[in-house]
């Protein structure tokens, strides 16, 4: 199962990013980290100072799939041709992969 959730900071804000791109990253990670067993996802939309951050996150006590060096180059390139930087998190607290997006004015 995968839940979904934005932060009220980042409700109404707009990524400068590639949209295509941007969702087959999504896409791949998604099926990458479901494809390897794991049951619950959760994806979160967060904001800072003209920053966006979308974090895919393995509930306890899954893990995030051992990507090979090659795949995460793979994944960390396209995560940079749709405007984007990937940081993979393995460290405490649940297992997560973050994306950090340039954020455009609030849309309202």
Known sequence: AATCSVSPEAAGRIADLDRTIFCDL???ILEDIAG???NGIAI???AGDRLLSVTIEV???GT?????KVRQQ???GECFRSGGHLLWQEGAGSPSV???LPSL???F
Do not use: C
């Open 44 to 46: 979160r939309v967060s």
């Open 64 to 68: 995030i799939p051992a990507f090979r």
């Open 74 to 76: 793979f994944l960390a």
């Open 59 to 61: 509930a306890p006590p």
């Open 105 to 107: 004015m609030n849309r």
């Open 98 to 100: 973050r994306i950090d």
């Open 26 to 28: 999504i896409r791949t």
């Open 36 to 38: 390897s067993g794991q």
